[in-house]
C-alpha cells in the first residue's frame, strides 16, 4: 500500500515541503503500529547506506540550487559504520509522539492519541510536524 508523508518543522523559515510517497506492507490499524512500520523502513534504509566518499565528489549547479533551499550544501557522506537499532528508534519516536514534541494528520485531520484508529487508504497523506521549544532567559 502506498502512502504520502509530508514532514514539516515550524522551525524552517522557509516552507519547502515535500510528499514523500512510502509503500508499507502492513496496513497499520492505529497511530502507534504507523509509527512503528514507517520507523523501521527508515531505519533500514539508513543502515544500507555506504560509507566513505562518494565516487564523483562534486556537486551539480541543480543539486546546489536544491540543497540551498533546504538549508544545508553537503555529499551526504556517511562517516560512522554504526547501525541504528530499529526497537530504540521505535521506542524515542514514540515517547516523542507522547512528551507532544510532533503532531500527525491525516488527510488534514489530527491523530490525537497512539492507539486511535486510522482508516488506512491507498494514497491516503500523513504531515507529520515537528514542534519546536522555545528558550530563552526568564529575568
Known amino acids: 500500500m502506498q502512502i504520502f508523508i509530508t514532514l514539516k518543522s ?3 523559515r522557509k516552507g519547502f515541503l515535500e510528499k514523500t510517497p512510502f509503500e508499507i506492507e502492513n496496513k497499520p490499524i492505529n497511530l502507534e503500529k504507523l509509527i512503528e512500520e514507517l520507523i523501521s523502513i527508515n531505519v533500514n534504509s539508513f543502515n544500507q547506506k555506504e560509507i566513505g566518499i562518494p565516487f564523483l ?3 551539480t549547479e541543480d543539486e546546489i540550487n536544491l540543497k540551498s533551499t533546504v538549508g544545508k550544501i553537503g555529499f551526504n557522506t556517511i562517516n560512522n559504520d554504526t547501525n541504528a537499532n530499529v526497537i530504540e528508534a521505535i521506542s524515542t ?3 516523542a509522539f507522547q512528551d507532544s ?3 500527525v494528520f491525516l488527510n488534514d485531520k489530527e491523530i490525537e492519541s497512539l492507539q486511535e484508529n486510522i482508516d488506512l487508504h491507498e494514497n491516503d497523506e500523513f504531515t507529520f510536524i ?3 521549544m522555545l528558550s530563552g ?3
Request: proline share 6%; no cysteine; hydrophobic share 55%.
Open 93 to 95: 519516536a514514540l515517547l
Open 130 to 132: 515537528k514542534l519546536t
Open 101 to 103: 514534541l510532533f503532531k
Open 57 to 59: 565528489p562534486y556537486l
Open 10 to 12: 515550524l522551525s524552517r
Open 137 to 139: 532567559r526568564m529575568w
